[in-house]
């Protein structure tokens, strides 16, 4: 089930390529061994005017990346890790971004809280 949110920061000239989404989707895939169909992402822009981070200026090259991974139940924390860097290598390549600015939020556990076609995921 995983459903995936990326949104890079872009810089005012930049913009992602036309088949980023695919990209990344195909690429997260991989990481969660998943069948075809099985994985969903949702890639954000989000401008450099609309982030900022306390006392400093970033860099076209310091932009960050951020995702959100909302998976039916959480993996274990060994499982949770191993699966974040794997995400962030994978997210930095399919954006040609270095990995340290890639930042993976977990989501809390949608069973009970996510109903996909209107069917509540148990």
Do not use: C
Not at 65 to 77: E, I, N, S, T
């Amino acid at each position: 089930m995983p459903i995936v949110d990326v949104s890079p920061v872009v810089s005012e000239k930049g913009k992602l390529r036309a088949d980023a989404a695919r990209m990344l989707a195909d690429s997260i895939a991989r990481v969660f061994n998943a069948e075809r169909g099985r994985v969903w992402v949702r890639v954000t822009e989000l401008h450099e005017s609309g982030y900022a981070e306390n006392g400093t200026s970033l860099a076209k090259d310091e932009l960050p990346v951020f995702v959100q991974v909302l998976h039916a139940d959480w993996p274990d924390q060994e499982s949770r890790s191993t699966e974040a860097r794997a995400i962030a290598e994978a997210v930095a390549f399919s954006l040609s971004r270095q990995v340290e600015l890639v930042h993976v939020i977990y989501a809390p556990s949608g069973r009970g809280r996510v109903a996909l076609g209107g069917k509540l995921v148990e």
